[in-house]
């Protein structure tokens, strides 16, 4: 029984992560913002517990892998792209572009045929077990919850273009999929020299949260972005 019970605990609690991030999904849906990305961070929350579970009961199995990256990209890719859909339905056409406005949501959809891609590399590539190539799905989820969350009015506003929105939707489904490598916030041990960059990216955190508040999590994808270019040279 115990053994039954230590196989089954990590993909158990990657069932939560896709439980959570289906209503994540209904939420972003229903305009829901701040639901949605409460969810989205609760599923985080068990994607990061069920790889950890793995490893500490040496439960790893195909089933599992095959799950996790189900869960994540209903998670991270079909939920943020709920929010995005809503946004654009919300979101003020100017006269000259009114026949979009029934069909340009539809292209939020990118963002979670991106995440799946990221995933399915993800899963194939050997070069990323200590850090990233790309961004990862859960920042990716993250930033579109918090910039809905944060920035609802001004999205809604007259003064933000549809375009913009469908830019932001491109330029994260690119960052996805592309060749950036991106730090790991995994340490191995708490010496500056070893984890200098998450240390810097962590001391930065801290006023863009403080003087934000909740968009702030959108500002620190953006920085995990800039950090990341900036110190590729040193990877």
Known sequence: MTHVIKRNLPNTVTCLNLFSGCIACVMGFQSQYDLALLFIILSAVFDFFD??????????????????????NVSFGVAPSLIAFSIFKEMYY???????????PYAAFLVSVFSALRLAKFNNDTRQTTSFIGLPVPANALFWGALAVGTHSFLISDFCHPFYLLFLVCLSSWLLVSEIPMFSLKFKNFSWQDNKISFIFLIGCIPLLALLGISGFASIIVWYVLLSLLTRKEK
Do not use: E, V
Request: glycine share 6%; hydrophobic share 45%; no cysteine.
């Open 51 to 72: 790889g950890m579970l793995a490893r500490l009961l040496h439960a790893h199995s195909s089933i599992g892998k095959d799950l996790d990256s189900l869960a994540d």
């Open 94 to 104: 100017p006269p000259s572009i009114t026949f979009l406005a029934s069909h340009l």
